[in-house]
């Protein structure tokens, strides 16, 4: 997930960023940290990209609900 987080916002460095981390943090994630995943979508979302709090952390917020995964075409 980080890495997919990296190509949306550009770097490690602008991850680091936003979370008010070092870069050298981002080494010891193996997902990301709960505190940090709203902020981190916020920052998605201004950037275009998809990334959404149930991607990132789907034991903490579950699974997408059926209102934003799919949308009506009618």
């Not at 960023?17 to 990301?32: A, D, M, Q």
Request: net charge positive; hydrophobic share 35%; charged share 30%.
């Amino acid at each position: 997930m980080l890495d997919k987080l990296v190509d949306c916002l550009g770097s490690k460095k602008e991850v680091a960023r936003i979370c008010s981390v070092r870069p050298p943090t981002l080494h010891n994630w193996t997902r990301i940290p709960a505190h940090h995943v709203l902020i981190l979508e916020e920052a998605v979302k201004a950037k275009g990209g998809d990334i959404d709090r149930y991607s990132m952390r789907p034991d903490i917020f579950g699974k997408c609900p059926e209102s934003m995964s799919q949308k009506s075409v009618a």
